[in-house]
């Protein structure tokens, strides 16, 4: 059994945790010097400390910090060659991770999926089957060149905003329709979730899946026609890009550390 610790129990952290939890068969430690984000995650693992040492014991390390953590974390830890640590934090390139530690570094940006184990990622850097392993219990990963984390980081760790954005708008439709709020949120996330794992599992791309439910004179198809005349695909293009911009502008103030 690979022995993992988890130090930062935010959004993120917590979420790795608890998908690792369900996975089942993990030993994990969370570290977090905050005893109510310990108290939250104490269900989901073998044991919670707020000592960065302790955390330092196992073979896979996760650093789930915000950026500008990231250092102060790296200084306390003190880990060996045959150890794995795994960075999440937006910006922060391989490079900078690996001026300041002799383990083997990994940089992942994942999303918060992890928790219910349908998670999206992507990482670049020295990847060993063990963190293979990890990610895949956890949901779905991609390996990519360090050159191209930060649309990585827009598409997969902003994206799922983008989701509920585009959920929210569709349940508002329906409410404005007659639907309950609960009724229509429930058809709503439950289809972008069904239509997600058809992209997942069809062979078929998107604008042949699209076609695949649009019949001559049918409902969908007159749906479509108003995007299509639309400026959707645009804005949420622009968004992608700006969350890229933003990804790049935090991987700039690490460039001279």
């Known amino acids: ?21 369900k996975a089942g ?8 010097l905050d005893p109510d984000a310990l108290a939250a995650v104490a269900d989901y693992c073998e044991a919670t400390t707020d000592d960065v040492s ?3 014991e196992a073979d896979v390390v996760f650093v789930a910090v915000k950026p500008d953590i990231v250092e102060p974390v790296l200084s306390e830890l003190d880990l060996s060659p ?23 570094v990994v940089r992942i940006m994942p999303n918060l999926a ?10 670049t850097g020295d990847l060993t089957d063990e963190v293979r392993e990890l990610l895949s219990d956890v949901g779905e990963f991609v ?8 649309i990585a980081t ?11 954005y585009l959920i929210e708008a569709v349940t508002q439709a329906g409410v404005a329709g007659g639907l309950s709020e609960e009724d229509a949120e429930i058809l709503a996330a439950q289809t972008f979730k069904g239509a997600a794992e058809t992209v997942v599992q069809d062979d078929r ?6 076609d695949a439910v649009c019949s001559p004179n049918g409902t969908t198809i007159e749906g479509m026609e108003v995007l299509w005349d639309s400026a959707a695909d645009d804005a949420v293009t622009e968004a992608v890009v700006a969350a890229e911009r933003r990804s790049k502008e935090l991987a700039e103030e690490f460039a001279d550390e």
Not at 11 to 20: D, V
Not at 25 to 32: I, Q, Y
Not at 143 to 150: A, I, T
Not at 205 to 210: G, H, K, R, V
């Open 54 to 56: 302790r955390a330092a």
């Open 143 to 150: 390996e990519v060149e360090e050159s191209q984390m930060d």
């Open 82 to 104: 045959d150890q794995t640590l795994v960075t999440i934090a937006a910006g922060v390139p391989t490079s900078f991770v690996e001026a300041r530690t002799d383990a083997r």
């Open 114 to 123: 992890a928790e219910t184990r349908d998670m999206a990622a992507a990482a």
């Open 205 to 210: 791309t998107a604008d042949e899946l699209i």
């Open 154 to 164: 827009a598409v997969n760790g902003s994206g799922p905003a983008f989701v509920f």
């Open 25 to 32: 068969g993990h030993s994990v430690v969370a570290c977090d």
């Open 1 to 21: 059994m690979v022995r993992t610790s988890v130090i930062g129990c935010g959004n993120m952290g917590s979420a790795l945790l608890t998908g690792l939890w």
